[in-house]
């Protein structure tokens, strides 16, 4: 059995507020029926329980125009239009609704400080958000946020395994050498947000520090993991991260509506593990940040294997939340990745 890892599970009741009206593909159920998930199998026995407080002005400043704030803020009061060209809905009260989230996410930052290895913040992950525009569901920032706030302390290295890019996220720290930025996701140009190709790889000093693994439609868990394992994992261990924040959208599972990957939960299992390993080798913390995900089922499921593997539980009932079996690729998308792979081991520098 794993040993166990002081893990804290940050949450808070009105996060169920953050949730679109109507036939809108983001709904809060996710995050709740996971929680459940975990409640049933008496997760909190093991793991600290700590409330989410709203992230103050000052701190989304920090990466964000004050005029995008305030724009924000009239459009939640108003309850109508758009954040964005028309994928994000101002409801009311969204302000407050994603400030919540945004500041759940730096709390579990401020966890980490006071001492845990592992601080989860389902309720985060808004890796679409950009300096000054809402993008894809995402208000705020909260991935980018954290990473400035913590760079100075720590080596940073941030894992997006959502199924799509985490182009805010990559926007807003493109420049920065102290976090290493690592997407993987599905990608062609007719497929949102259309960024995210091998060639993005940073600018001025943070020249080499965003590796983004575009992935065909149809890529499945074999594809998949040996893209982690031969650029990912040998990028983190060059890097040698001192925290490690994983963005674990549910939406690279086979059974998602919005994205055309084919993990199963066993292969997001394998990819959970090599991070834990990478994290084991450098004594890295975690902090574990939702994300995508429109299968709520599925992605309920995969929060809460990730959560008891990150936390070091007994893994004997949480297996029985898993999918049957691996997935495979087809004999032409495999050829794709393994094209895919061998551009960013030379770009990055990874061919020993
Ligand atoms: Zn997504």
Not at 108 to 116: S, V
Not at 307 to 327: I, K, N, W, Y
Request: net charge negative.
């Amino acid at each position: 059995m794993e040993n166990l890892r002081k893990t804290v599970f940050i949450w808070n009741e009105n996060y169920l507020e953050y949730s679109f009206p109507g036939d809108h593909p983001f709904k809060s159920l996710r995050e709740s029926m996971a929680k459940k998930l975990m409640e049933e199998r008496g997760f909190f026995h093991e793991i600290d329980l700590e409330n989410a407080e709203p992230v103050t002005e000052s701190l989304l400043e920090k990466i964000h125009d004050k005029e995008y704030i305030e724009f924000v803020k009239k459009k939640s009061l108003e309850g109508k239009g758009y954040l964005d060209d028309g994928d994000t809905p101002a409801f009311k009260g969204i302000y407050e609704a994603a400030i919540l989230r945004v500041g759940g996410s730096v709390k579990a930052l401020e966890m980490i400080e006071k001492g845990y290895d592992v601080a989860i913040n389902l309720g985060g992950g808004f890796h679409h958000a950009k300096k000054s525009s809402a993008s894809g569901f995402c208000v705020f920032n909260d991935v980018a946020l954290i990473a400035k706030l913590a760079e100075k302390k720590y080596k940073i290295a941030i894992v997006d395994i959502d199924g799509h890019h985490g182009d805010g996220t990559q926007q807003l720290l493109y420049d920065d050498n102290r976090v290493l930025k690592a997407s993987l996701h599905m990608f062609h140009r007719n497929f949102f947000p259309g960024t995210g190709n091998y060639d993005e790889i940073g600018e001025g000093k943070g020249k080499g520090f965003t590796i983004n693994v575009p992935l065909p439609p149809g890529t499945a868990d074999d594809a998949y993991i040996s893209a982690f394992k031969e650029v990912v994992v040998k990028k983190l261990e060059k890097f040698k991260p001192e925290l490690i924040i994983i963005v674990e959208g549910g939406d690279s599972h086979f059974d998602d509506p919005l994205v055309e990957l084919k993990l199963s939960t066993k292969g997001y299992s394998e990819v959970i593990n090599e991070i834990l390993s990478i994290a084991r080798r450098f004594s890295s913390k975690i902090i574990l940040l939702g994300g995508g995900g429109y299968n709520y089922e599925a992605t309920a499921r995969i929060w809460t294997i990730t959560t008891a593997q990150l936390a070091g539980l007994d893994m004997s009932e949480v297996d029985l939340l898993h999918d049957c079996c691996f997935t495979s690729s087809t004999n032409f998308v495999k050829e794709k990745v393994n094209e895919v792979i061998k551009k960013l081991k030379e770009i990055h520098g990874l061919l020993d």
